[in-house]
């Protein structure tokens, strides 16, 4: 029984800790292992992109893999077994480089020359004995115009880099950053294999089997291993056009309703907590007949200009580069 604040929120932590190994997620978890491991036995390193949409678990897949290789604090030396790096909207070269230097802990990296930089990410790579690194969020290097976009000073850096460091690396990130691969002939030729993380969908039987499939497992996380069949009828719908079918809409849309749920004492889910999660958590402008949750909505997804799930300018621009 959930008896004060720090209780529910309690409550609350351990679902979101959990992870739900979905078969994209497990395939792209095992893809790093495969490459990680495979150095580690001495063979010429080997490079692996993870790919999606936004929400489809991409990060969640580096942060679980990371998981098992924590920081070790050895009495001569920090060893850092898999450094992850998150690569910033609109990235210098000297951005990146400061961006390394920092995950690793090394003081004052914004100091020096582009090339010093460059010279100390590669021996602090090898100093802290880093096996394998990851770059999140890699369609940053891409550029963010028609001009720049594609090979620029950035993409010919990382080229440089992977020639140098010797250790394998994951690209993780939106899916038009396979672009890398036209721009990087080193990339594309020690590349182990895109892994793509998809939506779900529910446009056949098989589809929305495996979409009624995740919603049961969250079902059952948020009402404390007693689901109330949140997967069943009209409600798998109104799921999926709520989320796109992206686990991570998902996970925030679900637990968003187990919060509400909590904080008003009942026993389960009822339709107005997820109405009022879309809006809180997933959209605010999505009220009334924009709502999949209310009496009005319209099965259909949300990706109409200036909906939730609408195209960006610039990644339909990005597609249509690649």
Same mark, same amino acid.
């Given at each position: ?19 739900? *190994? ?135 850096? *990382? ?142 997804? *949300? ?20």
């Amino acid at each position: 029984m959930i008896t004060s604040s720090t209780d529910l929120y309690d409550e609350i932590g351990k679902v979101e800790q959990r992870r739900l *190994l979905f078969p994209d997620f497990d395939k792209a978890y095992r893809r790093i292992s495969r490459i990680h491991k495979m150095s580690l036995a001495g063979n010429q390193p080997r490079h692996l992109m993870i790919l999606g949409p936004s929400g489809a678990g991409k990060s969640s897949v580096l942060e679980e893999y990371i998981r098992y290789f924590p920081v070790v604090e050895e009495p001569e030396q920090r060893r850092i077994p898999v450094l992850r790096v998150e690569i910033k909207s609109s990235p210098t070269v000297r951005s990146l480089a400061e961006d390394i230097l920092k995950a690793m802990g090394v003081p004052m990296a914004y100091r020096g020359t582009v090339n010093e930089k460059t010279d100390r990410v590669i021996s602090s790579l090898q100093k802290l004995k880093v096996e394998l690194l990851m770059l999140d969020e890699v369609q940053h290097l891409l550029g963010a115009t028609k001009r720049s976009f594609g090979s620029n000073n950035e993409t010919e850096w *990382l080229k440089t880099l992977l020639n140098q460091i010797d250790i394998p690396v994951v690209l993780a990130g939106l899916p038009y950053g396979r672009a890398l691969l036209s721009t990087n002939e080193q990339l594309r030729r020690r590349l182990d294999g895109v892994r793509n993380l998809n939506s779900f969908s529910v446009e056949d039987e098989d589809s929305a089997a495996d979409f009624a499939g995740v919603i049961s497992w969250f079902d059952s996380e948020i009402h404390s291993g007693q689901p109330i069949g949140l997967h069943e009828a009209d409600m798998l719908y109104r799921l999926y056009y709520a989320t796109d079918g992206l686990i991570g809409y998902l996970s925030k849309l679900l637990i968003g309703a187990m919060e509400i749920r909590l904080e008003h004492g009942h026993k389960q889910v009822e339709n107005w907590m997820l109405e009022q999660s879309f809006t809180q958590n997933l959209w605010d402008e999505g009220i009334g007949a924009l709502n999949p949750f209310h009496k009005k909505f319209v099965r259909r997804r *949300l990706n109409k200009t200036n909906e939730l799930f609408a195209p960006t300018v610039f990644s339909a621009m990005a597609v249509s580069a690649t």
